[in-house]
């Protein structure tokens, strides 16, 4: 299997080269990616937790999916095909905000991305794709922020970044 690339951007999102995913979170660099949140008719967020064999984050819980654009394709097109390829399902997605947020893992990688949140809404169960998630379930907002207070080690860190700093870009969509 060919690992992917990452797209390389500098802190205004302008293109700078790719580079291969696993390279890119050794050294640190900063590129794109996208965390996709979709929300119920109950207005419940649908988190997965991450399949243990991920190579950071393994176990814990997070957004409904996340990951990199590749090269030329856009960010709705990524959320979309990723939402499949993990969750088992479509559904329109837009783009709510982005933001920079740097993470070290004890393994030596480091998550410096400009991540784009994006959201969509959906009222079934997913088909996980067990290689990615190993679980899922629905949350609401408010039920989220507390257990991350309460449990922050039970979540993946962009999941805690978005939850404690854009919260309130959520609460408009309620």
Not at 99 to 123: A, C, Q, R, T
């Amino acid at each position: 299997m060919i690992e992917e690339n990452v797209v390389l951007v500098d802190k205004n999102d302008k293109f700078i080269g790719l580079m291969p995913k696993m390279e890119a979170h050794q050294k640190g660099l900063l590129h794109r990616a996208f965390s996709v949140f979709i929300f119920n008719d109950k207005n419940e967020i649908m988190l997965q937790k991450r399949a243990l064999n991920k190579y950071h984050s393994p176990g814990l819980w997070t957004n409904t999916c996340c990951s990199h654009p590749r090269n030329n394709e856009s960010i709705i097109s990524a959320g979309l095909r990723r939402l499949n390829d993990e969750m088992g399902f479509q559904t329109d997605l837009k783009e709510l905000f982005n933001f920079i947020y740097k993470e070290s893992f004890e393994n030596g990688l480091v998550e410096y991305e400009f991540d784009y949140v994006l959201i969509g809404s959906y009222n079934n169960s997913p088909k996980l794709n067990l290689i990615e998630a190993e679980d899922w379930k629905w949350m609401s907002l408010d039920e989220i922020k507390k257990d991350v207070e309460a449990n922050p080690n039970n979540y993946t860190a962009w999941l805690k970044i978005i939850i404690n700093d854009f919260f309130e870009k959520f609460k408009f969509l309620l």
